[in-house]
């Protein structure tokens, strides 16, 4: 029902940028919320930021704070992370995801998935 394919990963030194884009599309109309998920080898998920579609209200993991922003674009359906400042630690693959349903900005329960992208910091 709502399809999302991510782009921008790759490979980054320390220390420098990347931006992440999701486009979304089916029935974009019923999003209610956009997140970006990371979930590196040996370790579990980790919810990363999330934005309402209809209000500017967002969230950060406490290891992104400061680093990472999530924005987005409702004409075109597009949802962004611009990382900056990148780490090692920052190495995993990273899922845009979209809910249709009124849950609270923090829950890391969603809806639908992208496929994933690879992000690598290396040192």
């Known amino acids: 029902q709502v399809q999302l394919v991510e782009s921008g990963g790759g490979l980054v030194q320390a220390g420098g940028s990347l931006r992440l884009s999701c486009a979304a599309s089916?029935?974009?109309?019923?999003?209610?919320?956009v997140g970006w998920f990371r979930q590196a080898p040996g370790k579990e998920r980790e919810y990363v930021a999330a934005?309402?579609?209809?209000?500017?209200?967002?969230f950060y993991a406490d290891s992104v704070k400061g680093r990472f922003t999530i924005s987005k674009d409702n004409t075109k359906n597009m949802m962004y992370l611009q990382m900056n400042s990148l780490r090692p630690e920052d190495t995993a693959v990273y899922y845009c995801a979209a809910d249709v349903r009124p849950r609270i900005l923090t829950s890391p329960d969603y809806d639908y998935w992208g496929q994933g992208t690879q992000v690598t910091v290396s040192s």
């Open positions: 934005i309402r579609w209809s209000i500017w209200s967002t």
């Open positions: 089916g029935r974009t109309f019923s999003i209610s919320r």
